[in-house]
């Protein structure tokens, strides 16, 4: 997954970016920006594309409850 692609999900999926900030701020206290870029770029160096994945499964997961 790159960077556009995370981008275009942020953008498609709101809920999507939330837990994506949010599994940020787990491992970043300090974390604080709502640039689509910046989370980006913070997500593929933090995690890997399994954990991203996850994180896009239950975004869409919780859209379906």
Do not use: G, H, W
């Not at 995370?6 to 300090?30: V, Y």
Request: hydrophobic share 45%; with cysteine.
């Amino acid at each position: 997954m790159d960077r556009d692609k995370l981008i275009e999900l942020f953008e498609k999926n709101p809920l999507f970016l939330e837990i994506c900030i949010k599994s940020i701020r787990e491992i970043n206290k300090d974390f604080d920006t709502c640039d689509y870029e910046i989370i980006a770029a913070e997500l593929l160096n933090e995690f890997d594309e399994y954990e991203i994945s996850e994180m896009l499964i239950d975004a869409r997961d919780y859209l379906f409850i």
